[in-house]
């Protein structure tokens, strides 16, 4: 039997969707996939747009990947717009004249920005915001704007003016309708989005209709309204809505809706034998669903039937949602609007802490209708499965919008829910897959996501998928251990509590008083760690050496072959020609590999253990410190060279990151910490990838949290912006030591923030708002730690007793026999096993 | 007839960590574990990271059981009979050590 070919023209997220759920069902080549789409790449996120103007990149945005699709037997063909379909003989062909034949037709073709009809509103500088190709125009024409409108106040449009804003533009949001986001949202939501967003300096202008865009005086462009008023702007976003790619459709008499939309049944087929249509392309129940989940519904209930099997239909898809619009919490659920007959509603204003929720309920108020909540979103997860799955209220359904007196999220138990109930809408998983998950050994937040997806969407449902794990590991009887071993009953948190709160300063103590045991490689470098963290003793001193893992207990990282590495502080990155030489007579006179590391020092490699002692002497005496490399500490602020020699610096971010290495070197914590300051927007010191990163900007420093390059890249989130110094270093001082209180062992910063329960938003509360009254204990922590700061190389060549340890035998003064060199591109390396025997063959 | 020789004095070990000796042109790693009554004695050699670092490892227990554990890759090895804890097929030599007068004796272990 020859193999079925199945046409895909749309390589949106939808489309994609399909692709890939074909790809993870299908028995091993019972079908041939083409993808034909007009874009230049790949599917990408198109919901995460707008993060393309903090930072991320096509590559961080794309859904998949050309690999994936080869290694998948997808074949695909890019900028290549389907021009015809002839559903009688069964093919499209392309622009380019390419000719497909096909069994299954999908259309995923998606949907159109709407441009309203506006005299002028064709000009170079009046854009769209759709495409990774729209963001480009966008960037190149905001970099010569000063001003920037955002025709639309909808989802879309509140999107479009956040892309604007982080492009630094003076931004405007001009809406035809009263209020923002009028579908979602009632009169009162509205009103409080809008004074939310106008405090984040965009400024509002409803009940606005454009009636020409004509040159400007002061900018580029004026807009004239209707009502007689203008508006100068430099660009203009169109984002009034979307309009179903139906033209193909249209053209060859595949059957669409009277306001367009290609017409589909249950199954997602078309009025054309063999042709499906999914995604904001299809129209449904003479409904367009212009939301991610439900084009995912539908790619999977065409790819089901494709395969022949119809137990899954589209019955139409919930239209909720919830997300963070500049920053506001925002979220709309069913009939928002009260608009079902005998409808009636509860609802809850708070003006001073800028909160707003509406309960809409049955006429017999028993059921759930809808809700608006703006500024505390809190509730939309339980108040959807209660509508969803039509369960009754509780007795007084106003608790459920209410601020709870106890401080416990009022609402339904997660327990009540029945196990279909979907928790993640965006992969559509429900409860009982999380169930599941939970019961084949995922217990934590991090596993949940990797087997099923949920809450990698949207991460709207990430509070209740917690919810439903921790309930389900309570069910399982799991006592969720999180012993640091075998020898403490406790977690890191809790003796990094015990510590700080008893003031307890060694491990013995610690042993005596809360664990068993000798200790182990897990509890012993833990302990030291806190201990260092709290109260920054010297490492070496007898009743901490034992502690210290592998590279602390000779301050030195060991190699492979059990010689060590050397790397002294060069804070920022800068370094003198004079230390400069003598770091390289240094590596010249112990014959040490050289290398440039990537936080901008210098590594020495080959060093024996009783070199060490010299070599840093020699490099004190110079006016080095120990750079640290060794512990799980502060690594390096990288710079850029900044203001005082860059054409584009606007700050002096050399200066700043010297201040910052000497404020926190020496700091150990959980895991190391690296910090990375750039002296413009250019970003040349990379600081978004570090778990401190400092951008300087026109008004002073923008903050990134949590970022990290190596195994596992991860952007830092902007947690503040235009900071003076001090404000930025009383941030970081607090952040740095919450970290050091509240994470796990080994757990960089980036994996911390990503479990922190409330995240990003938490850790601005407790950082910036002082939620917890904890700022002034946090920064009193860190002055104690700064305070005993010691350059433990110095103490240690000071001290003769110390110095014992540093030779290969206590009882001799012979070297390491075992050590074995070769050369290359001019340099000593370790021999390999095989050059090795060879060498000693030689020798003997 | 035993051949017990010194290497060191008590006051060189520390509790919790290890030191090298060259004994008899083999390299040992000597441990003391909680007190001067409690020492160890193993091949230096790591047979999993191939280098003579043993004594730089971290000492641990796991119930009754003091071990090393290695600098580079963190394999286990029994202080008592040289065992490894992650890799039954894999063991180091073991050798007699003892304190006479504040000297720190080791002596191969009797066939």
């Given amino acids: 039997m020859s193999k079925q070919r199945i046409v895909v023209i749309g390589n949106g997220m939808v489309g994609h969707k399909f692709v890939d759920h074909m790809i993870t069902t299908q028995n091993d080549g019972e079908l041939e996939i083409i993808v034909c789409s007009e874009e230049s790449r790949l599917a990408y996120d198109r919901v995460k747009l707008s993060s393309y103007f903090s930072g991320a990149t096509a590559k961080d945005l794309a859904l998949t990947s050309r690999e994936y699709y080869h290694d998948n037997d997808i074949k695909f063909r890019l900028s290549d717009k ?380 990430a509070a209740l998928t917690k919810q439903v794990l921790d309930a389900e590991l309570a069910n399982l009887g799991y006592e969720v251990k999180t012993d640091l071993c075998e020898h403490f009953a406790y977690s890191r948190v809790e003796l990094a509590d015990i510590i700080r709160v008893k003031k307890i300063r060694t491990f013995g103590d610690l042993l005596n008083s809360h664990g068993c045991g000798l200790g182990c490689e897990i509890c012993k470098p833990a302990v030291g760690s806190i201990l260092a963290s709290f109260w920054n003793g010297y490492v070496l001193e007898d009743k901490h050496i034992g502690l210290q893992d592998t590279n602390d207990i000779f301050l030195g990282n060991m190699q492979k072959d059990g010689t060590y590495s050397v790397v002294p502080r060069v804070a920022g990155g800068e370094i003198t020609p004079d230390k400069l030489i003598v770091l390289g007579e240094v590596a010249k006179e112990f014959g040490l590999y050289t290398k440039v590391t990537g936080g901008q020092r210098i590594d020495l490699f080959g060093a024996q253990l009783h070199e060490l002692p010299t070599i840093w002497k020699k490099l004190i005496d110079v006016g080095f410190e120990t750079g640290h490399a060794y512990g799980k500490s502060l690594r390096t602020v990288k710079s850029c060279v900044g203001s005082t020699w860059c054409r584009y610096g606007v700050k002096d971010s050399v200066g700043f990151a010297i201040d910052l290495e000497d404020r926190y070197k020496g700091l150990r914590a959980p895991h190391k910490i690296k910090f990375g300051v750039s002296g413009c927007t250019r970003e040349c010191a990379e600081a978004q990838s570090k778990d401190i990163g400092v951008i300087a900007t026109e008004n002073g420093w923008n903050l990134y949290v949590c970022g990290n390059g190596g195994m596992r890249p991860r952007h830092g989130d902007l947690f503040a912006t235009d900071l003076d110094d001090e404000t930025l270093i009383k941030y970081v001082d607090r952040i740095l030591m919450f970290y050091i209180r509240t994470a796990d062992r080994l757990q960089r910063t980036s994996v911390w923030l990503e479990n922190l329960e409330g995240g990003l938003d938490y850790l601005k509360e407790v950082v910036i708002d002082d939620k917890l009254s904890l700022a002034a204990e946090l920064e009193a922590d860190m002055a104690t730690n700064i305070e005993n700061y010691q350059c433990e190389w110095k103490t240690t060549i000071s001290d003769p007793e110390k110095l014992k340890r540093f030779s290969h035998f206590i009882n001799a003064p012979d070297q390491d026999s075992n050590l074995y060199y070769v050369a290359e591109r001019g340099q000593k390396r370790p021999a390999t096993e095989q050059e090795r025997i060879e060498l000693v063959e030689l020798a003997d | 007839m035993s051949n017990w020789k010194t290497i060191c004095s008590v006051a060189d070990l520390k509790p919790s960590t290890g030191v090298c000796a060259l004994f008899e042109g083999e390299q040992v790693a000597v441990f003391m574990g909680a007190s001067k009554n409690d020492l160890y004695a193993v091949s230096n050699y790591d047979p999993f990271g191939k280098a003579s670092v043993l004594s730089r490892g971290l000492i641990g227990s796991v119930g009754e059981t003091v071990y090393v554990a290695s600098p580079l890759y963190k394999q286990r090895f029994d202080l008592m009979t040289g065992q490894c804890l992650d890799d039954t097929d894999v063991s180091l030599k073991t050798y007699q050590i003892k304190v006479d007068n504040n000297d720190v004796q080791l002596c191969r272990e009797s066939a």
């Avoid at chain 1, 005998?342 to 708070?350: D, E, K």
């Fill in chain 1, 82 to 461: 389907v021009a015809e379909i002839n559903t009688d003989e069964k093919y499209v062909i392309t622009e380019a004249g390419h000719k497909e034949t096909y069994d299954k037709l999908v259309m995923a073709t998606g949907s159109y920005p709407f441009v309203p009809p506006i005299p002028g509103g064709d000009q170079e500088h009046c854009l769209t915001y759709r495409t990774i190709d729209d963001l480009g125009e966008i960037k190149s024409s905001a970099a010569i704007s000063k001003v920037g409108v955002v025709v639309g106040g909808g989802l879309l449009g509140l999107e479009a003016a956040n892309a604007l804003k982080q492009a630094g533009l003076e931004t405007h949001v001009v809406e035809f309708a009263p209020r923002l986001m009028a579908v979602q949202l009632d009169e009162g939501g509205g009103k409080l989005l809008r004074r939310k967003v106008e405090d984040l300096g965009v400024t509002i202008h409803t009940e606005k209709a454009t009636s020409a865009i004509v040159k400007g005086e002061e900018c580029r462009y004026r807009m004239n309204f209707a009502d007689g008023s203008f508006l100068e702007t430099d660009m203009i976003l169109f984002s009034a809505g979307i309009r179903p790619q139906d033209e193909l459709a249209r053209k060859f008499n595949i059957n669409i809706g009277e306001r367009g939309g290609i017409e589909v049944d249950n199954f997602c087929r078309t009025s054309a034998t063999d042709v499906y249509a999914i995604g904001e392309c299809a129209l449904w129940g003479g409904k367009i669903f212009g939301l991610v989940a439900p084009g995912y519904t539908m790619a999977k209930v065409a790819a089901q039937h494709i395969l022949g099997r119809d137990k899954v239909k589209f019955l139409g898809a919930d239209m909720s949602t919830k997300l963070k619009l500049l920053g506001v919490d925002v979220a709309s659920i069913g009939d928002a609007h009260g608009q079902t007959p005998g409808a009636q509603s509860y609802v809850y204003n708070n003006d001073i802490e800028q909160v707003y929720k509406r309960l809409v309920v049955s006429e017999d108020g028993k059921k759930v209708l809808g809700a608006v909540l703006v500024g505390d979103v809190e509730a939309y997860g339980g108040l959807l499965q209660m509508m969803l799955n039509d369960m009754d209220l509780p007795k007084n359904p106003e608790a459920l919008i209410l601020p709870s007196s106890s401080g416990e999220p009022v609402g339904l138990g997660v327990d009540s829910l029945p196990d279909a109930a979907q928790i993640c809408s965006c992969f559509d998983v429900t409860k009982g897959q999380i169930k599941e998950a939970v019961a084949s050994g995922c217990t934590d937040m991090a596993g949940i996501k990797s087997t099923t997806e949920a809450s990698t969407g949207c991460g709207g449902c």
